[in-house]
């Protein structure tokens, strides 16, 4: 009878004579995306081969401010910030038997001459934690006069082995009662942040996940802002 070695690091022979992976030995076995806005459960008993996990986490942008000028004047509305990203690897033995799986829904669109949303945090646990993004100002008042104004400050960096702040939010610029120029939302790691414009029209969209949405300008129109993109977290598993 013919005999085969192999190597123990991967291999082991279980009671009933079968060749088995060791635990942990086998990569990356599958990817589960927490997309929706909301709170969601990990349940590790789901998964009975887990070693580890590596999970992302990325925070959501914020909304823009609205702009209502009077007629023949300006208004130029500053971008929002981007939400910050969070990553970190999680052996299976540190997990709960359920960890609480947040994903931050994007601020909320300003309407008139209000400011946007701030953005919602996402996290995994206590383990991973990616702050949201502060939404648009809406400081600027009515004018035909020079103006500049500031952009929005991006989140600090959250928790997890590996962290990053979120994007600024650009600021704005008028320049006389027919020209103006908004300002760009803040990036995120995951995502990008709307366009600044220099035509009368509503806050712009972010692309991707957690960037913030860019700045309305109104020329005497009401024009609203924009929702920030959502958040989302990314957990791989590994066998």
Not at 10 to 28: R, S
Not at 88 to 108: H, K, M, P, W
């Amino acid at each position: 009878m013919a005999n085969a070695c192999v190597c123990g690091e991967y291999f082991n022979v279980n009671d009933e004579g079968e060749l088995c992976l060791n635990p942990g030995t086998m990569g990356l076995r599958q990817l589960v995306i927490y997309a929706t806005p909301g709170t969601h459960q990990f349940v590790k008993a789901n998964y009975p081969w887990l070693a580890r996990v590596r999970v992302q986490a990325q925070g959501a942008g914020g909304g823009s401010a609205g702009a209502n000028a009077a007629p023949n004047e300006c208004i130029v509305r500053p971008g929002a910030a981007g939400g910050g990203w969070s990553e970190s690897v999680i052996q299976a033995s540190a997990l709960g038997a359920s960890e609480a799986v947040v994903v931050g829904a994007g601020g909320l669109a300003g309407a008139g001459n209000n400011p946007g949303g701030a953005g919602g945090s996402s996290s995994f646990g206590g383990f991973v934690v990616a702050p949201g993004g502060d939404g648009g100002t809406a400081n600027e008042t009515s004018g035909t006069g020079l103006d500049a104004v500031s952009g929005v400050s991006g989140p600090l960096a959250g928790t997890g082995q590996h962290i990053s702040g979120g994007g600024a939010g650009h600021g704005a610029i008028r320049l006389s009662a027919t020209q103006g120029l908004s300002g760009a939302g803040g990036e995120s790691r995951l995502g990008h942040g709307g366009f600044a414009r220099a035509t009368e029209g509503s806050g712009t969209a972010p692309r991707g996940r957690g960037g913030g949405a860019g700045g309305a300008l109104s020329y005497g129109d009401s024009v609203n802002g924009e929702p920030g993109g959502d958040g989302i977290v990314i957990v791989e598993l590994y066998g």
